[in-house]
């Protein structure tokens, strides 16, 4: 029997050898690097979203709370908890609930209403001054900076079209998944 030969080409470099187990071939090597692009984005976003409200307030707040803060004012509207978790795409009621008794006791969210159904969130004077400051320093600062690049509206239009189109597949796997979960024993 003789040995099978070395399909690869001659000039790739071992350090260059971007194959692991979950990018077994090209296109699962393509999935891989946008995974951990999106991951790294999420998180270079997280500390984005922390340092600019630093900028603006003395309230350190995670990449979600500060997510739930604009989202709360967002139209001006008041919102509830079942909104901000559809908006968020989140599931975790006792953590959202943690984040705004985090930014009610910080004076910018406040609740009303009462009852399981009758309770909304909306931006307390201090919260809609915050949200503006924070929207004054991300157009000097980010929108700024993605203005000198070329085309950079397309890129990202496309940019959210995939990311919309790829949470719509995690969500369905994510549901397929679950039905194959192991017994823990």
């Known amino acids: 029997m003789t040995p099978k030969k070395d399909t690869k080409p001659k000039s ?6 971007r194959s692991w187990h979950l990018s077994r071939s090209p296109g699962e090597l393509d999935l891989t690097e ?20 630093a900028a603006v307030v003395d309230f350190a707040a995670t990449g979600p709370e500060n997510a739930l803060l604009h989202i709360i004012r967002m139209n001006d509207r008041p919102k509830t908890i079942k909104d901000l978790a559809h908006l968020t795409n989140r ?19 406040e ?31 980010l929108l700024e900076a993605i203005r000198s690049v070329p085309d950079f509206s397309e890129r990202l239009s496309q940019a959210t079209h995939s990311l919309e189109l790829l949470t719509g597949i995690y969500e369905q796997v994510a549901r397929v998944a679950a039905t194959h979960r192991r017994s823990s024993r």
């Open 111 to 141: 609740r009303q209403g009462s009852g399981r159904a009758g309770v909304t969130y909306s931006v307390t004077p201090a919260g809609w001054k915050v949200t503006e400051d924070y929207a004054d320093v991300r157009d000097a600062l």
């Open 91 to 109: 599931t975790d009621i006792p953590n959202i609930q943690y984040s705004l008794r985090k930014l009610i006791k910080a004076g910018l969210v």
């Open 12 to 17: 790739t470099s071992k350090a260059l050898d």
């Open 34 to 53: 946008t995974e951990f692009a999106l991951m790294r984005a999420y998180e270079g976003f997280g500390r984005w979203q922390a340092e600019c409200l």
